[in-house]
C-alpha cells in the first residue's frame, strides 16, 4: 500500500479507491472507483442490505435468516408503527 496524492487529498469529501494488480505474465491491471458502493452516491439497494444484513447476523450468530426476514419485514414497515416499544418487542 503506498499514498496517493489524488486520493489523500479528496479525502474525507470522497473515498476513492484505487488498486494495481502486476500479473505474472508482465500485464499492469489498473482499477479506480470515486464512488464505493454504500456511500450516499452510490448507495446499497434494499435487496443489497438485506444481504449484507443476514451475513453480518449469520457471521455473528445474532440471528437467523427467518429472524431477519421477520425483522426485515418490520423495518421496511416502520413508518406506520405508532410507538417506537412495539417495534422492539417482536
Given at each position: 500500500m503506498i499514498l496517493d496524492p489524488e486520493?489523500?487529498?479528496a479525502y474525507p469529501l470522497r473515498w476513492i479507491g484505487k488498486v494495481t494488480v502486476k500479473t505474472?505474465?508482465?500485464?499492469?491491471?489498473?482499477g479506480?472507483?470515486?464512488?464505493?458502493?454504500?456511500?450516499?452516491?452510490?448507495?446499497l439497494s434494499?435487496?443489497?442490505l438485506e444481504?449484507?444484513?443476514?451475513q453480518l447476523a449469520q457471521f455473528s450468530g445474532a440471528?437467523?435468516?427467518?429472524?431477519?426476514?421477520?425483522?426485515?419485514d418490520r423495518i421496511w414497515?416502520?413508518?406506520r408503527i405508532e410507538?417506537?416499544?412495539?417495534?422492539l418487542h417482536m
Open positions: 486520493v489523500d487529498e505474472v505474465d508482465g500485464r499492469t491491471l489498473l479506480q472507483i470515486d464512488e464505493p458502493k454504500g456511500d450516499p452516491g452510490n448507495t434494499r435487496s443489497e444481504k449484507k444484513a443476514s440471528a437467523t435468516d427467518d429472524e431477519m426476514i421477520r425483522m426485515f414497515d416502520i413508518t410507538k417506537i416499544g412495539s417495534f
